[in-house]
């Protein structure tokens, strides 16, 4: 039982996640997080430089992560194809796709710790009043505006709602269920 709860809250955190209201994501006008970070901080030359460091060496860790958690995320839900997997299964493949989150969250946790250092006193009160908007910028998916969804070819995330189905006339037939592997295809009502 504990397991079952386990993987529906996992679930349930993503699907908040991927389904997030758009006022959660990050404004496009700020530009990358570096640019708003350097602007708003007003960082000198120096500062620049050594920011600039930092921020490559956070990307050339952090991707590879990304890397292992999407695939991690794509195998645990990956299970749901075959009937016979177990939920104990299932929380090992969900614990291992959290631990690429987790350490995807301590990287950047280091990281932001060591642009702290970086500021004046002053720069670092301001780079507490602004870390919310940072870490939600650097959480938001980086997608080209208009590029569909990474999970699906509809439009990007914020434009439709979980329960609003597929894109129109992407649906079988009335009257006609598709498997839920194929386009289109639709998972059958729930037990009741």
Known sequence: MVLLLLVAN???IILFWLYRPKSMAAPAARGTP????TKELGFDEQQQKVYQQLVQEHRAAAQP??????MAKDGFYDLLKTASTTDSTASVSARRANG????LDMLSFVHFKKVRALCTPAQAAKFDSLLRSL?????????PPGD?????DGPPRGERSPGDGPPPGDGPPPGERRPPGEKGG???PPEQ
């Open 65 to 70: 992560l990304r890397d292992s958690a999407r």
């Open 186 to 188: 639709y998972p059958p």
């Open 34 to 37: 570096a640019e708003f970070l």
């Open 135 to 143: 870490v939600q910028m650097v959480a938001a998916p980086k997608r």
């Open 100 to 103: 690429f989150v987790e350490r």
């Open 148 to 152: 569909p969804s990474r999970y699906g």
């Open 10 to 12: 996992t679930a349930t």
